[in-house]
């Protein structure tokens, strides 16, 4: 190993070169997964843009051209902390869960997407909406703080009550963390995402709050009845209790940024 790594510095290329691009790479790998399939992309090709055209209008001595680029460019850094505030949060966050997520055990993720998976598909055949938020590494607690405190185990039965037509706690989400109800009757944010007809206040909500955590969201609809698992933005209807158990008992137990593909 020593003799490669002096083998690589005499002809010009240290290890640490090697690890400086190593570095570059995963910090492009993380920037990429925040902004992909958002608006972002559309934006960074827009700056991208801009610059092709700054250099091409001074290489061409467009002096007006160039001087009008210059000046937007120099707004350009402010304009990118405005415009990509979002994407930036992301991932920022996402760097920090790589440090401190939480993991449960795997007894402990299989029981909660049982427990979880019998509850929805009970409250779905009684037409009972449910909005379910479960907490991976990055802390819901801004948005545990606009419910109610629960801070009850997590079973079933728990959960058919909450959501029962009538009840005080019925309306709203319910957030789930390290194994108990922290908090129901939750506001989240809503998406601005295009969504088809179908799809509701409930689900607009699942996608928000999915856009801006790596959190898992159940959602039971009640003109329909059908229970669908919402990911970064994405709504997957399960049919079954067993799909739905599997899909969560997988997403409980891996990193931040699965899908539930």
Not at 28 to 48: D, K, N, W
Not at 72 to 92: D, H
Not at 129 to 143: D, V
Not at 232 to 258: D, H, N, P, W, Y
Request: charged share 15%.
């Amino acid at each position: 190993m020593e003799e490669a790594l002096r083998a690589l510095s005499v002809r010009g290329i240290h290890w640490f070169d090697i690890l400086d691009i190593i570095a570059v790479c995963v910090l492009f790998f993380f920037v990429l997964r925040q902004v992909r399939g958002t608006r972002a992309v559309q934006m960074i090709v827009g700056v991208f843009v801009l610059l092709v055209a700054n250099v091409a209008s001074g290489w061409f001595q467009l002096t007006a051209t160039h001087r009008l680029l210059q000046n937007i460019l120099f707004y350009v850094p402010f304009a990118i902390i405005v415009l990509f505030q979002e994407s930036i949060r992301k991932f920022l966050a996402s760097l920090g869960s790589l440090f401190f997520g939480r993991s449960a055990s795997i007894a402990m993720s299989q029981e909660i997407a049982s427990e979880t998976a019998h509850a929805c598909f009970a409250l779905a055949e009684l037409k009972h909406g449910a909005l379910i938020i479960f907490e991976r590494t990055q802390g819901l607690k801004n948005y545990a703080d606009t419910g109610v405190v629960v801070d009850a185990a997590w079973n079933s039965d728990t959960l058919k009550t909450i959501f029962y037509p009538g009840t005080p706690l019925h309306d709203g989400a319910v957030i789930v963390a390290e194994g108990t109800i922290q908090a129901a009757r939750c506001f989240l944010p809503i998406s601005s995402s295009p969504l088809p007809t179908q799809y509701g206040t409930r689900h607009r909500a699942a996608v928000g709050v999915t856009e801006e955590t790596d959190a898992v969201c159940v959602v039971v609809s009640e003109e329909r009845g059908a229970v669908s698992v919402v990911v970064e933005g994405i709504i997957e209807r399960v049919s079954t209790i067993e799909e739905l158990t599997s899909k969560l008992a997988r997403l409980f137990g891996g990193k931040a940024g699965e899908s539930a593909a």
